[in-house]
């Protein structure tokens, strides 16, 4: 499983309180309400998503895979994204999904209808 971005490092050892911070907030935001584990990993790909931040959705790929998610219920993000973001939002939401989810040499993988 790919690791966070090389500047994240980077920018967490030259900013070690912000940082700090950081997950003092994300952790907060995280546990502040009744949606359990699966359910805010799957928000947090759909809203960097329709964001359109390519970063943050391989952050939240990468979390909800390690807590489980599986490659299909990511890809339904993408196909639930294509009435509200459209296609080319989707479809590049999608290919931030096969970033972490696709094994090497493997086709992407067609959800079953």
Known sequence: MPTAPEHHSELSSL???LSKAFS???DACHNAGPLDEKSRRLVKVALA???GL????HSAVRHAME???TREELQHVA???VTTLGLPAASRGLAWIE????REGDPPR???S
């Open 110 to 112: 067609r959800p079953k």
């Open 79 to 81: 196909a639930l994204s």
């Open 99 to 102: 970033d972490y989810t696709a």
């Open 54 to 57: 390519e970063g943050a959705a």
């Open 67 to 69: 807590s489980g998610v």
């Open 15 to 17: 900013f070690p309180n």
């Open 49 to 51: 998503v329709g964001a």
């Open 24 to 26: 003092v907030l994300a």
